[in-house]
């Protein structure tokens, strides 16, 4: 089921039902029902490979917590990693590395291929499970007793397909003292639901059937425009869609008593890559942050450790999005770029930082390394070529930039929430007017991070 359809929306509103009118003791399990009936909607064949990851990791922790034995503590919690990363590494790398094995002995790239499917936010669900044992193994997280609680955990379904990703100590805070959400929070939750859906429908959409007409068929799009209109709509493209599913995930998560954490912060005002990668993707970045980059060392061993810590953890994030060569360009790209901007100890202009976040996305948009390169090239030299945006289209994203500038300045999303019911009715009605009539609706577009 996707966010943004009508069963996905009734699922939502039975489960929202049921779990208000149904007794305190039957709401966990309740939830976790309903989280793997939405995991099964997909594919019903890979709910044993989260049941089995899940008690893999629930029993690591249990033993690390149960043990003084410094050499066991770290056997068990190397066991639970080996684990998850195994799981991960063949549905998502496999046939990557198997296709790259091929071309070093000369065979044809599927000579060793298989018929993978990759399973439904594994790569979500593998650093929520990583992060969690490892917080068990540092002494900042107990170990959860209840087994039902930690299957919550991993598989609850507002953040289970894409984020954002949630730390255990967050969510365990909230589901052992557990609130009903007050007004506010009401108010803010349903908000942000539709605000996702019209950033996902009214916004990205029309902006990727752009883009898919672009990187689908580049020989049919020539000149410097038609690159710039390509590469443009992507980047407004994969902001909204992503951004719009976290507002949705976090949404629906406050309208159940959760508090999810922030995962986008107005990324394409940020001033420097530093700044775009404490913006952009959050849940992620921090990840990163404390569970890879401070592991291997952070800036604590000389500035050339520094340098190549900040480099192994892009080109790993790069990874992480996807088992191709272009993603891992894309993160050496960004930890070329972090250290660049470390070395010079100056913050980069935004629209500079607008412009170099963009060329980036064309590594994460084009179908190979050759098209990207190819992409890259047309947007700096060569014939005029067609612009592919509508005007109203120009004015449309103006107009978003203006709203995010003012946000940036009066956090107007906030005043909303606690305005007078009329003005937020107001804001809800316009929205669904918005999705009336700019939505798109003839062609099913999915979420792009589903994908990883």
Not at 227 to 232: C, H, I, N, T, Y
Not at 379 to 404: K, N, S, V, Y
Not at 412 to 437: D, H, I, N, S, T
Request: charged share 15%; net charge positive.
């Amino acid at each position: 089921m996707l966010f943004n359809t009508p069963q996905f929306f009734l699922f939502l509103l039975v489960t929202l039902g049921l779990f208000y009118t149904a007794p305190r003791s039957w709401r966990k399990p309740l939830l976790l029902g309903a989280s793997y009936w939405f995991y099964m909607s997909w594919n019903w064949r890979f709910a044993p490979l989260l049941l089995t990851l899940t008690a893999i990791d629930y029993t690591a922790a249990r033993w690390i917590a149960s043990t003084g034995d410094a050499r066991r503590r770290k056997l068990l919690l190397i066991v639970s990693i080996t684990a998850n990363l195994a799981f991960l590494g063949f549905f998502k790398y496999y046939n990557f590395l198997a296709g790259n094995a091929a071309a070093m002995l000369g065979r044809p790239e599927s000579a060793f291929a298989l018929g993978i499917v990759l399973p439904l936010g594994i790569s979500f669900h593998t650093f929520q499970s990583i992060s969690y044992v490892v917080d068990v193994y540092r002494g900042q997280q107990a170990a959860i007793r209840n087994v039902v609680d930690y299957a919550l955990y991993i598989a609850f379904f507002p953040q289970l397909v894409a984020g954002p990703i949630v730390r255990a100590h967050d969510f365990f805070k909230d589901l052992y003292a557990w609130r009903a959400p007050s007004g506010e929070e009401l108010n803010r939750g349903a908000l942000l639901v539709l605000f996702g859906l019209t950033k996902k429908m009214a916004l990205a959409d029309p902006f990727a059937l752009i883009a898919d007409r672009y990187f689908g068929s580049l020989a049919a799009h020539p000149g410097v425009l038609a690159a710039w209109s390509g590469v443009l709509a992507f980047a407004v493209q994969i902001y909204f869609d992503f951004s719009g599913y976290t507002d949705m995930a976090i949404g629906m998560a406050l309208l159940m008593g959760f508090h999810f954490p922030l995962n986008f912060r107005r990324p394409y005002l940020a001033a420097g890559i530093t700044d775009f990668w404490r913006r952009w993707h959050m849940s992620l970045s921090s990840w990163l942050r404390d569970y890879l980059y401070i592991a291997l060392g952070g800036n604590r061993k000389g500035r050339l450790r520094t340098y190549a810590n900040l480099m192994a953890t892009m080109l790993l994030g790069g990874l992480w999005h996807g088992a191709n060569w272009k993603f891992v360009v894309w993160g050496g790209y960004h930890g070329a770029l972090l250290g660049s901007e470390r070395a010079a100890g100056r913050r980069i202009p935004r629209v500079i930082t607008f412009v170099l976040v963009s060329i980036g996305w064309v590594f994460f948009r084009a179908a190979s390394l050759h098209d990207s390169v190819t992409v890259i090239g047309r947007m700096f030299w060569g014939p005029r070529g067609a612009l592919l945006w509508e005007r109203w289209q120009i004015d449309l994203i103006l107009g978003t930039l203006a709203l995010a500038i003012l946000e940036e300045k009066f956090a107007w999303f906030e005043r909303l929430v606690k305005a007078p019911a009329w003005v937020y009715g107001a804001a809800m009605a316009l929205l669904l007017l918005c999705l009336e009539l700019i939505g798109v609706t003839e062609v099913a577009v999915p979420f792009i991070y589903f994908q990883f």
